[in-house]
Structure formats: C-alpha cells, structure tokens
C-alpha cells in the first residue's frame, strides 16, 4: 500500500531535480556540442548524484523503515531537492529570483555631461545616474548601450568603450565574481564616462586615439559621412542591471537632455589625443 506512495515522490522529485539542473545541463550539452572537450560533461555530476542518492534513500527506507515510512521518505526528498538548490551555482528559482531582484533596482535622477579634455574640448559623455536596490544583492549597474537617437547608426559611433565607472558608495567587491553586493535601500549614485568606439584608450599610456574603422562594409568615407551627420544629436542611453544569475533588466531607457557633436569628438582626439593608433 505504501509502494504507490513512494513511487510518486520519488519520481515528484526526481523531476524537480532534473528541473533544477536544466540550465546547467542545456550549458553543458550546448558545449559538448561545440567542441567543448570531455571535460564539460562534468557538468552532469550533480544531476547524477543527486538523482542516485534519492533513488538509493527509496530503496533503504523502503526496505528497513517500518513505520512512517512515506514521512520518512517525504522528508528525504525534500533534504534532496533543497541541498541541491543550494549547491547548484544556478536553477530556475535561483533565476526567477535574480530576475525579481534586478527588476526591482530603481533607476533616479539620470543625468549626463560632456567628457572633457584637459584643454576644455570634447571627448566623449560621462552618464550619471541613482540606482537604489530593492533588495540587498549581487549586482552590476552601469550604462549599457548609448548611441544616436536620430536612427540607426553605424557601430563606430556607438559608445562601447567604458573609460572609468565609479560608484559612490563604494559597494562590497566580492573576491570570487565580478558582480558587487549592494544593500537594500541605499542610494548608490554611479558615473561612467564613455568613449565612441572610433576611439581606443591605451590605458598604459593614458592616451587616446583614433581606432581604423574601415571594413568591407564600411568604407572611410561613410564614416566621415556619418560623423558629419551626427554633429548635434541626442543619444539614447539605457541603465542596465545584471545579477549573478545572468539576469539582464533595463531599469532605464532614454535621450540625453544634451545634445553632442561627434565630429567634434574626433577632432579633439585628432589634435590633442595620439592621432590614428598605431598599427
């Protein structure tokens, strides 16, 4: 009578422990079929062991446990599934959870100025805004895209290069993750200054200069033709938070209340930065 019983927990949670390792087990299959090496399929392991110490908890408790045996088994299981929530580095909770998070950080007071040289002119757009998490987490908050709002517009004229991004206060680094943990509540204001992606900044030598551009899609003279285009322009910018899940929110999405000459960027990087990169 109490065989039925099990059975359906155990097969309950062995399909909650498949769920829980689906996104690692899609990233390992996903690698092995691109070449990933051996090596990955360790990834495998966790689903393995846990599916092996379910299945050998049913086969002890069945066996030798003679009262309250489905209570017995029942809480077993559920020792399983939430040690393997916990060791797993990612799950679907885990993911909706992260998602919930990033999508509760607010994003205030976005504002934006002209990046200046040490001559007065102009290099690029520093982006300042207030983030304020709603929860105590992991995160990254900065600027993700900024380019014209006129259109669509040639990549070089992106603003890809994040020449500093400072957050004030100072979040708790984490050692091991690149993501910072930042406090619920707390009014964090960040500055990032960004540079279009015709200019690389050469960090040893703290000088920038003007990357080539040309491709087999994109010749010279579109490029100058497009810079000419963008001489007094708005830009979109969007705020993006991303958790340690991965889970990427825009918490933000507008125009600069400025409006920028790129070809005066280029100009300014011609003339006082280190001209064309060197080769």
């Known amino acids: 009578m109490k065989t039925p019983a099990l059975q359906a927990i155990a097969l309950l949670a062995a399909a909650i422990v498949c769920v829980q390792n689906f996104p690692v087990l899609t990233g390992v299959s996903w690698a092995v079929i691109h070449g990933a090496g051996v090596r990955s399929a360790l990834g495998f392991v966790p689903a393995t062991i846990a599916l092996a110490v379910l299945w050998a ?7 030798r ?9 029942a809480a077993f299981a559920v ?6 929530e916990t060791v797993l580095p990612t799950t679907p909770l885990k993911e909706w959870r992260d998602q919930g998070a990033t999508a509760g950080v607010r994003i205030l007071n976005r504002r934006d100025e002209p990046l200046l040289s040490a001559r007065g002119n102009p290099i690029g757009v520093r982006i300042s805004f207030d983030a304020v998490p709603s929860r105590t987490g992991a995160y990254m908050i900065s600027a993700s895209t900024l380019h014209s709002a006129s259109g669509e517009t040639i990549w070089p004229l992106h603003f890809g290069t994040a020449l ?25 204001t960040v500055s990032q200054d960004m540079l279009p992606n015709f200019v690389h900044y050469d960090q040893k030598t703290k000088t920038p200069c003007l990357t080539g551009v040309g491709t087999k899609y994109l ?3 579109q490029f100058q033709s497009a810079l000419a ?19 990427a ?10 409006r920028y000459d790129l070809r005066a960027i280029y100009d300014t990087i011609a003339k006082e930065g280190g001209g064309h990169c060197a080769r």
């Open 79 to 84: 020792a399983v599934i939430v040690l393997n």
């Open 249 to 258: 929110t825009v918490a933000a999405d507008g125009v600069t209340s400025r």
């Open 229 to 247: 285009a963008n001489r007094d322009t708005s830009l979109r910018v969007a705020i993006q938070v991303e958790g340690e899940q991965r889970s």
């Open 65 to 73: 446990v003679t009262s309250h045996v489905v209570a017995t088994f």
């Open 219 to 221: 010749t010279e003279a």
């Open 164 to 188: 500093s991004h400072q957050v004030q206060p100072a979040p708790a680094a984490q050692s091991d993750s690149p993501y910072s943990v930042f406090q619920k509540d707390v009014i964090y």
């Open 57 to 63: 908890g049913y086969r002890v408790i069945q066996s």
